[in-house]
């Protein structure tokens, strides 16, 4: 068995896997949202089929795809290619940012309640909790309104993060995407993005939130991204 049936599988397996953590979270509802992840070394990733039920996936279910979204035959007599499903209609998106961000090693999208509602107000969320400046150095960025079907997601997703601290965008009037150095810290990005697009939000019914000033992001993120947990 070669190295890339190997990585392909192992792949599939985490793929799978980290969807069940968009339901644990309730990121999610019916077939939306999806988790993808780049096969390190080659011009391969791994997403979920399009239109399957949460509950019903398995690793062989997940597709295999090039970086512009076209499914590939497998190796060592293995066949990654199910005629009945299709890749997610997120997956021109997620290529686009793989051959355009070669650091980053997983995509998530989600359609989680809090983020997807100040996407749909088309309103950044502004770093106003520790919590911002650890995971997200700044602000969450908003990104511009595009349409399903190519790539135009992609491309307002790596415009906006390109020169972002932040592995979160909010496409306007659509939902959050998030990136990672691999599929499990991505899905952590969705994860914490919802989070803290709850509290900005509750903190706003309240009153105005307090900004934290910018040199203390920088140290706040630093620190985190540095020294915690070493």
Same mark, same amino acid.
């Given at each position: 068995?070669?190295? *890339?049936? #190997?990585?392909?599988?192992?792949?599939?397996?985490?793929?799978?896997? =980290?969807?069940?953590? +968009?339901?644990?979270?309730?990121?999610? &509802?019916?077939?939306?949202?999806?988790? !993808?992840?780049?096969?390190?070394?080659?011009? *391969?990733?791994?997403?979920?089929?399009?239109?399957?039920?949460?509950?019903?996936?398995?690793?062989?279910? @997940? $597709?295999?795809?090039? =970086?512009?979204?076209?499914?590939?035959?497998?190796?060592?007599?293995? /066949?990654? &290619? %199910?005629?009945?499903? !299709?890749?997610? !209609?997120?997956?021109?998106?997620?290529?686009?940012?793989?051959?355009?961000?070669?650091?980053?090693?997983?995509?998530?999208?989600?359609?989680?309640?809090?983020?997807?509602?100040?996407?749909?107000?088309?309103?950044?969320?502004?770093? #106003? +909790?520790?919590? @911002?400046?650890?995971?997200?150095?700044?602000?969450?960025?908003?990104?511009?309104?595009? *349409?399903?079907?190519?790539? /135009?997601?992609?491309?307002?997703? #790596?415009?906006?993060?390109?020169? !972002?601290?932040?592995?979160?965008? *909010?496409?306007? %009037?659509?939902?959050?995407?998030?990136?990672?150095?691999?599929?499990? /810290?991505? $899905?952590?990005?969705?994860?914490?993005?919802?989070?803290?697009?709850?509290?900005?939000?509750?903190?706003?019914? +309240?009153?105005?939130?307090?900004?934290?000033?910018?040199?203390? #992001?920088?140290? +706040?993120?630093?620190?985190?991204? %540095?020294?915690?947990?070493?």
């Amino acid at each position: 068995m070669s190295a *890339l049936t #190997v990585a392909v599988a192992e792949a599939r397996e985490t793929v799978c896997a =980290l969807h069940a953590e +968009l339901t644990r979270y309730q990121l999610v &509802v019916w077939t939306a949202g999806n988790v !993808s992840a780049r096969i390190p070394g080659h011009e *391969l990733m791994v997403i979920k089929p399009s239109g399957v039920a949460y509950d019903d996936l398995t690793p062989e279910l @997940m $597709v295999v795809t090039d =970086l512009f979204g076209t499914p590939v035959t497998g190796l060592d007599g293995e /066949s990654w &290619v %199910n005629p009945e499903l !299709s890749p997610s !209609s997120d997956t021109a998106a997620h290529a686009y940012v793989y051959r355009h961000m070669p650091e980053v090693g997983g995509v998530v999208h989600t359609h989680s309640t809090y983020a997807t509602a100040w996407a749909a107000r088309g309103e950044a969320i502004p770093c #106003v +909790l520790t919590m @911002m400046s650890d995971e997200f150095g700044g602000d969450i960025p908003l990104g511009p309104f595009a *349409l399903i079907g190519d790539d /135009s997601i992609g491309q307002g997703i #790596v415009e906006t993060l390109r020169n !972002s601290n932040s592995p979160a965008v *909010l496409m306007q %009037n659509h939902g959050p995407f998030t990136i990672g150095k691999d599929a499990r /810290s991505a $899905v952590k990005a969705a994860v914490m993005c919802e989070e803290v697009a709850r509290t900005v939000h509750i903190s706003r019914q +309240l009153g105005t939130p307090l900004p934290i000033d910018t040199a203390d #992001v920088a140290a +706040l993120y630093d620190r985190y991204q %540095n020294v915690y947990g070493n």
